[in-house]
């Protein structure tokens, strides 16, 4: 059984930054890889960004050059450093962790929700104008 728990969500103003938590317990090992999606009212889950098992990380273009994906793998704990932060950001954040298919190299990683099985309970950041 996999648990992740999400943490640091906050409200800041434009501009300013925040760094989110994940951290994962249970059956988790070296194959299985994670990532951020969000959510925001009204709108459906997004791929925010993924880290690979190779620790390359894939980014959506919205969050590109702002935002940085990182892995702790000793402490199997997620990050996500959020810099330069805007109002559209705002949303309930996720990680999430799937275990990488055995036909895919170790340098992918998906953005797609829906092939992503174990998910946290979420934290919400909202940044304000």
């Known amino acids: 059984q996999v648990q992740l728990v999400e943490s640091g969500g906050g409200s800041v103003q434009e501009g300013r930054s925040l760094r989110l938590s994940c951290q994962a317990s249970?059956?988790?090992?070296?194959?299985?890889?994670m990532g951020w999606f969000r959510q925001a009212p009204g709108k459906e889950r997004e791929g925010v960004a993924c880290?690979?098992?190779?620790?390359?990380?894939n980014y959506a273009d919205s969050v590109q050059g702002r935002f940085t994906i990182s892995q702790d793998n000793a402490e199997n704990t997620l990050y996500l450093q959020m810099n330069m932060l805007k109002p559209e950001d705002t949303a309930m954040y996720y990680c999430?962790?799937?275990?990488?298919?055995?036909?895919?190299?170790?340098?992918?990683?998906?953005?797609?929700?829906?092939?992503?099985?174990?998910w946290g309970q979420g934290t919400q950041v909202t940044v304000s104008s």
């Open positions: 999430a962790a799937r275990r990488r298919p055995h036909d895919s190299s170790a340098w992918y990683c998906s953005r797609t929700s829906s092939v992503f099985p174990h």
């Open positions: 880290i690979a098992i190779d620790g390359s990380p």
């Open positions: 249970g059956f988790i090992d070296a194959n299985y890889y």
